[in-house]
């Protein structure tokens, strides 16, 4: 969006998408636990290291919100409604909206791949329908799905901060965060782009702003590593929790208040410690190129994978040590992911400067 790049946030970024890619690749083995189905039998084999793969990435999500609102909350001009929702339907919103579509399709090829070739029930075939509807026509779009909620609060957040001044708004950013925190967290969603699931996360988002802002007086590398170590330690001990349950056989839909949520209370602490130690942080080199591609490469990292994992089940089935295979995914992924974002940009402004797709389109929904 034509912003300074900040070194600090920019390497956070790029941990943030391989945390992402890394819980991921890891919910194989973790599911594979309790749902003997994925591998033909129960997967009991080193899960120490499964948990900590797939929980001590947690906070990357947090994060993400976190960054969106430090820089989206702290340019005035985004307070005009019709300016800030152009440009957010120009960089987000059409590549959500053609990803929406790709990746639907993708699952109905699956689905019918499953229907009509290997005999399965005509009923899953609504599969993919249904999780459109929901706001997850693939399992890691919910979140693309629930930030436009809070990119339609952002105009009023900007003037909401202005008028109440950056004291009070810091508070009341603070204040919001504990009981949405709570509330998302023990609450349960059926449609992934609802209102109050978005309103919840405005607390990470408001407090991203906050801390960005505090953290420009208080810059410090060495403490900034000590706080995101603390960060760290935190989700640790969330991840040691999901040992002892994954060891007794308790799957993620059987926990009451789930672990692995990015609102669970140890996740909500570590993720601002993190977020607020890499703010702390002053860093020369420059990250910026790769950060840049972090929003293509989630995108297209979760359909990487679903190749990857079928490939992971039938070649390697449950005899590979999760331990290599897990970091190799994570690499792997990240890397065809990278290479198809590349591609995909180059291709997109081909196409842009020569058709002029996003003016068009932001024609057609009237923000021209």
Known sequence: MGRTRESNYDLLRIICMAAVISAHVSDLYIKAVTNKELFGVFYTEHIGAVSLYNVLPRFSVPCFVMLSGAFLLSEEKNAQCRYFYRKTFRSVGIPTVLFSLCYFLFAMAQAALSVFSNGRERIRLLGPVTGWLRGEPFYHLWYLYMMVGVYLFVPFLVRMKKEMGERLFCKAAWVFLIPASLSAW????????????????????????????????????????????????????????????????IADRDMKYLLTDPYFPLTTAASVLIF?????????????????????????????????????????????????????????????SLLLSLAYRKLYRAADGKWKLADKLCKLVKLE
């Open 186 to 249: 023990t609450c349960s969603y059926t449609l992934k782009w609802n209102l109050g699931l978005s309103f919840c996360y405005l607390g990470y988002f408001m407090i991203g702003y906050v801390i960005r802002n505090w953290a420009v007086s208080h810059k410090s590398n060495a403490k900034g590593l000590v706080w995101a170590g603390l960060g760290a330690g935190l989700e640790l001990a969330t991840a040691f929790f999901r040992y002892i349950q994954a060891g007794q056989g």
């Open 276 to 336: 607020a130690g890499f703010s702390r942080m002053t860093l020369k080199r420059d990250f910026g190129k790769l950060s840049a591609l972090t929003f293509l490469i989630y995108l297209f990292h979760a359909g990487v994978w679903d190749i990857g994992e079928r490939l992971t089940v039938r070649v390697l089935g449950p005899d590979a040590d999760c331990r290599i295979v897990i970091p190799a995914g994570i690499a792997a992924v990240f890397f065809f």
